[in-house]
Each structure stands twice: as C-alpha cells, then as structure tokens.
C-alpha cells in the first residue's frame, strides 16, 4: 500500500511541475484515491488495535499461569509482540503517507480556483 502511495505522490509532483492539467478532475480523482487509501487504514487501525488487545491480554495470562504452559504462552506473547510492532510500524507509515496525500489535494484545489 506504501508504494502504491508513493507512486500517486510520484504522479502527483510530476503533473504539478507539468502545470498543464485539468485540475477539478485530478483533484477529483485523488479524493477517490484518498477515500481507498482511507478505508485500507481503517482496516490496518482495526487489526492493529486487535492485536495489540490480544498482546496485552496475553501478558495478563502470563502473569496467572504456571508451569509448562508458561512457555507456550511466553512464545505466544514473543510472536504477538513482533507482529504489534510490525502493524504499528506499518500503520504509522500509511498514516503519514495519506495525511500527505490530503497537502496535494488541497494544492490541486487551490490550482482548481485559480484556473
């Protein structure tokens, strides 16, 4: 999703220095790509907060269980440890990647009025 992002930025930066372009519809066309790129965040925001409930309960499971199944728990909690960080890293990164996209479409606004 990052790259797909960085390509429409790609784009985006290469149609403004072209400075010939009808921008209502580009504008348009972004704010459709905005709304996807919205609804893939939602859905990143969603497992990430879940996996971050299934880490925190699994460190309160660690705290009340003994014995052999501590160390099933313990790997447990390692991988759901890793793949939080993973997804808070990842959504962090599309977070700042589509407020950066909500700069250009207010750029392609400003070039609309003006036209």
Do not use: P
Request: glycine share 2%.
């Amino acid at each position: 999703m990052n790259k797909q992002i960085q390509k429409c930025k790609k784009e985006l930066d290469e149609l403004f220095a072209s400075e010939s372009a009808d921008w209502k519809t580009e504008a348009k066309e972004l704010l459709v790509k905005i709304k996807f790129f919205q609804h893939e965040r939602l859905i990143h925001l969603i497992v990430t907060m879940t996996m971050c409930l299934l880490t925190i309960i699994t460190t309160g499971v660690l705290f009340m269980v003994e014995g052999d199944v501590l160390v099933a728990i313990m790997l447990l909690f390692a991988f759901l440890l890793a793949l939080t960080a993973a997804y808070l890293s990842h959504y962090f990164k599309l977070e700042n990647h589509v407020q950066s996209l909500y700069v250009y479409y207010y750029k392609l606004q400003e070039k609309a009025r003006k036209k």
